[in-house]
Every structure is written in C-alpha cells, then in structure tokens.
C-alpha cells in the first residue's frame, strides 16, 4: 500500500505559475504508475497527466498539453506537477494518485488517492 500526499497549491493569478507535489510513502514506489487528477465544484473528476513507473511514458489531457508537465522523482518518492500558464478554468481540487502496474488514464483505473491540493486562478 502507498500513502499520498499532494502540496502546493494555492491562489494565483491567470497566467501564473504553480508546482504541486505528492509525496508516497512505501518501499516500492518505482513499480505505481502515477496520476493527477483534478475536480471541479459541479463537474466530475477529470484525468490531467499521468506517467509511468520509469518515469519514460507520459500522457497529458488536451487543455494542459504544453502548459503542464508531469515528472517524478522515484529517489525521493515524489511525483510532480508543473503547471505553467494558468488559466481561471484550472481552478479545481487537484488529486494525486497511484496505480500498480502500467500507465492508465481514468480515475477508476487508479487505487490509491491522496486527500487534493485546492487550485484556485483568479482572472
């Protein structure tokens, strides 16, 4: 089993910046593929990027494409998400979670959750 936990979110204006992290707890974090997720008030949960176990496989949702990157750091049992050019329609709770195995895109396909980081864009 792993523990998730997601940081660094916070208020930033439209075209800013923010970096999230999430920190695992466990002996074999090399071997989860890893996700974010992110859910707004009134809208299902929505897949943003996820990568693989090596960290050499990457997907990305359309609207992030270009503008976020999803990295991880399996030394220090840590995945990333960098979130660059922000816009109001960003703004949502965002998830980080694991899965055993290969690289998966929807939220069902994951087994473990951290608690969400709130993201808020003001325009």
């Known amino acids: 089993q792993v523990q998730l936990v997601e940081s660094g979110g916070g208020l930033v204006q439209a075209g800013g910046s923010l970096r999230l992290s999430c920190a695992a707890s466990g002996r074999t974090f090399s071997t989860y593929a890893m996700g974010w997720f992110r859910q707004a008030p009134g809208k299902e949960r929505e897949f943003v990027a996820a990568?693989?176990?090596?960290?050499?496989?990457?997907y990305y949702e359309d609207s992030v494409k270009g503008r976020f990157t999803i990295s991880r750091d399996n030394a220090k049992n840590t995945v990333y998400l960098q979130m660059n050019s922000l816009k109001p329609e960003d703004t949502a709770v965002y998830y980080c979670?694991?899965?055993?195995?290969?690289?998966?895109?929807?939220?069902?396909?994951?087994?473990?959750w951290g608690q969400g980081t709130q993201v808020t864009v003001s325009s």
């Open positions: 990568i693989s176990q090596s960290g050499g496989t990457t």
């Open positions: 979670a694991a899965r055993k195995g290969l690289i998966k895109t929807t939220p069902s396909e994951f087994y473990y």
